[in-house]
């Protein structure tokens, strides 16, 4: 008999929460760390649960199993877990401060001089330099428009890597 092994699911866009779906009917352990997310449209206020590490599942099964969970609609790609032990317990405390009520998300690292993309809001889109960040939340970011630069801060978790 062999014993369970942890891997790492690459999903799919935003295929997550699908995957821990088909998971649980096919009886096999699908964690998905998720973080509270609380926005606010026209004045009434919504409340999601996001993942917290985007594009990422954490399962633990047979290794016997491992083309059956590759074959399914949402996993692009499994990854193997090299110490299993150190994986268990980074896992472990991760999904304790995710129960806490403490404000908890991954944030990139995004430093001065990065180029990003806005992925949230009016600017949606745009593309610019990370000027100057103001803690844990806030940059200062550079945009250029027609040879002329025009500087807006906005919340880092609206930005994405390029």
Not at 71 to 82: E, K, Q, T
């Amino acid at each position: 008999m062999n014993q369970f092994l942890w891997y790492v699911a690459h999903s799919r866009p935003r295929c997550e929460k699908k995957i821990v779906e088909q998971c649980a009917r096919e009886g096999i352990a699908a964690t998905l760390p998720m973080y509270r997310a609380v926005h606010k449209y026209r004045g009434k206020t919504v409340e999601f649960r996001k993942p917290l590490f985007p594009g990422y599942v954490f399962l633990n099964f047979d290794p016997e199993l491992r083309r059956k969970v590759i074959c399914g609609d949402y996993v692009a790609n499994l990854l193997n877990v090299p110490d299993q032990e150190v994986f268990q317990a980074q896992l472990k405390e991760i999904l304790l401060a995710v129960e806490t009520d403490l404000e908890i998300r991954i944030a990139p690292t995004i430093s001065e001089g990065t180029r990003v993309k806005i992925k949230n809001g009016p600017l949606r889109g745009v593309e610019g330099y990370v000027e100057k960040r103001f803690g844990p939340c806030v940059v200062l970011l550079r945009l250029d428009f027609i040879g002329q630069a025009a500087a807006v801060k906005v919340d880092a978790t609206d930005l994405e890597l390029i």
